[in-house]
Every structure is written in C-alpha cells, then in structure tokens.
C-alpha cells in the first residue's frame, strides 16, 4: 500500500503505519482500534477518526485512492 500511496503523489500527506498484533504494544495499539482476529484495513485522520475500515479482506486500489485523497485534503487544511 506503501507503494500505492507514492505513486498517487500523497507520501508527503498520508501517513502509512503497520502494527505489529503480536507484540504487547500492538496488542494494546490493536484493542483501542477492535483489531481481535483478522487484522483489518483502517484509513485513520490525524484526529483520530475512522474515514473507512474493511474487515477480511483487502480492498482493491480503486476503493483506497478515494479514501486517501480525501484525508490528504483534510491534513492540508
């Protein structure tokens, strides 16, 4: 995804993180966000908001793209 964002232009805006479910901090980091089983797809703002989640299953390219523009916009303002 890291990829996807770069090449949209939006590295600069949108903020890629990965946690690690497996530690004792991604576990406390993944219980905040109801991360149990599955580990889904979360685009967070900087506000700490959910703009969007997907559980189970990887969104395609053309279902992220809106979602990242439209959080590299509110960063901006």
Known sequence: MSVLIEK???????LMRF???ETIDGRAEGAFYDVYDAVPVTIIRNDGRD?????GVMPRTDELK????SVARASAD
């Open 8 to 14: 949209m232009g939006l590295s600069e805006k949108v």
């Open 19 to 21: 946690v690690d479910v």
């Open 51 to 55: 703009v969007r989640r997907w559980e």
């Open 66 to 69: 809106p979602h990242f523009e």
